[in-house]
């Protein structure tokens, strides 16, 4: 079964502050990989998606991540974050073999994001 | 529009009580499934349904009892509720069968606490 880790648990940094969030896994096969966020009081929404192709993905608002095959790793990036990005954030990692759609997205811990002015 | 709504949005109630929630997408996904939040806001899969089909089901106490009336509603019901079920319960969607290049879609959520 795979699992996935979120290194950061807590980060606080100023507006136009450059992000970066960790994310791992650990699967021997193919696998799609996500970002969301939960803003306060909020649902789930993708921020970002890598199925296959360019490692390099840009999702809304900014954000972009990169996947390292190699190290097993899916990092989330946004240049300078804003007050509103204040927010929970989830990645998420699904294998791609089971036909019969037995595949479960398995979360990490995420990654509460505090964004001060 | 609304795309995976879920009702209610919180749910007080007793220990030992039966709770029903409701969840309806109206993006004509053939696959549906509920998610359980913790206090730590972690989130495990607990069901999916594929064209009212169970595809995934967790180990979860047999007092949990999803419901697919259609590929539109997936219903979870509660019997017995336990201090311990108190979370978050989300819903999701998604175009095929979990694990192809669909991406899923959550609904707003319902917060269960149990007294």
């Known amino acids: 079964a795979q699992s996935v880790s979120q290194h950061n648990h807590h980060v606080i940094l100023s507006e136009a502050a450059s992000l970066e969030l960790g994310c791992n896994y650990s699967y021997g096969g193919t696998v799609n990989l996500f970002w969301y966020v939960q803003y306060p009081g909020q649902h789930l929404q993708l921020l970002l998606k890598y199925f296959s192709g360019d490692p390099l993905v840009k999702g809304i608002k900014g954000f972009e991540a990169e996947f390292i095959k190699s190290k097993f790793s899916f990092n989330l990036r946004k240049p300078s974050v804003q007050w509103s990005d204040t927010a929970e954030y989830f990645c998420?990692?699904?294998?791609?073999?089971?036909?019969?759609?037995?595949?479960?997205?398995?979360f990490g811990t995420g990654t509460q994001l505090k964004v001060e002015l | 529009d609304t795309a995976v709504s879920q009702t209610p949005k919180y749910l007080v109630t007793q220990m030992g009580n039966d709770k029903s929630i409701k969840c309806e997408q109206n993006?004509?996904?053939?696959?549906m499934y509920w998610y359980k939040q913790d206090s730590k806001k972690f989130l495990k899969i607990m069901f999916s349904?594929?064209?009212?089909?169970?595809?995934i089901n967790e180990t979860v106490p047999n007092r949990f009892s999803p419901k697919s009336p259609d590929k539109a509603h997936l219903n979870l019901h509660i019997n017995s509720l336990e201090l311990g079920d108190s979370a978050v319960y989300f819903c999701?969607?998604?175009?095929?069968?979990?694990?192809?290049?669909?991406?899923?879609?959550f609904g707003p959520g319902t917060r269960l606490t149990v007294t």
């Open positions: 998420a990692v699904i294998p791609n073999i089971l036909p019969g759609g037995g595949n479960k997205l398995t």
């Open positions: 993006l004509g996904h053939d696959t």
């Open positions: 999701a969607s998604s175009r095929g069968l979990a694990g192809g290049h669909y991406e899923q879609y």
């Open positions: 349904y594929n064209n009212k089909e169970l595809i």
